[in-house]
């Protein structure tokens, strides 16, 4: 068997379900054979690792135990993967077919590049997670929050090596408070430590968007969203006015959603609000 050319490394805590879709959004791809696959479970009885071991994928593969934690699981699975590009799927998103040959045929005409991302959308095309930018363009400090997601990004093995692992505080499943950011914690790391990335709208990564049918535990999940926001724009030193406007649309975005009678909504974005100010400041929301 060839040395495989991507390596993707996914993260989970017994949603087995979820990753029989991705493992078969896989196996259409064209370059299945030459894709690594790193799974690390972090559920109790070892369901997804049971998964793959009953569905192997065409390429290479290798499963781990990890605590709770996606940095924590994801720092494991680096440890394993050996292509040279590693991406980061969530259990819950697909790949099209063209999805993975596209970013490799771009990565491989662009040598001057640490990565790039792609954009993230449901079944039907809508956006998912992200409010994303229509156009492409280099990913920096201003735009990262509309050009990136963990499930969107490739990014060379080299030069994840140079600035280190995942902060295991911050990721769903992190002790703490800080529920999000990981991603973009990496993203601003590897554009301080002068590394480029591009962002490509034409890549897509399917996956549903929690906001098109939400629960009561997403308002809990937002707050600790909004947590992972204003830590990242403290310890990276974004500019203040820049959050406070985006602050400022997510409370008239809250405002439209209370007029509209989606009462969740409205409490999320407020809960995402709560938890901004409580990350920017360093405390508990």
Known sequence: MADPILS?????VGRAPALAELLDSLAASPIAER???????QSVDGRCIH???SRPPRGPWSTAVSGRGVSVGRNAGLELATAPIVAFPDDGCRYAP???PQVLGFLGGRPDLAGVSGRQVTASGAPSMLRWMPDASPVSRRNFFRTTISSTLFVRRAALRRIGPFDE?????????IGAGEESDLVL???????RLDYRPEILVYQDDDRDMP???FVDKMLRYGVGQGHLWRRHRLPVAHLMYLSARKLAGSGMRALRGR?????????????TVAGWRGIAP
């Open 8 to 12: 993707l490394v996914c993260s989970t």
């Open 35 to 41: 894709v690594e696959f790193v799974l690390v479970d």
């Open 51 to 53: 998964l793959l071991e």
């Open 98 to 100: 063209e999805t993975l």
């Open 189 to 195: 790391r590897l554009l301080r430590a002068g590394q």
């Open 169 to 177: 505080t911050m990721g769903a499943g992190s002790p703490g408070w």
């Open 263 to 275: 009462t969740v909504l409205a409490r999320a974005d407020l809960a995402y609000l709560r938890g």
């Open 215 to 217: 629960t009561d535990s």
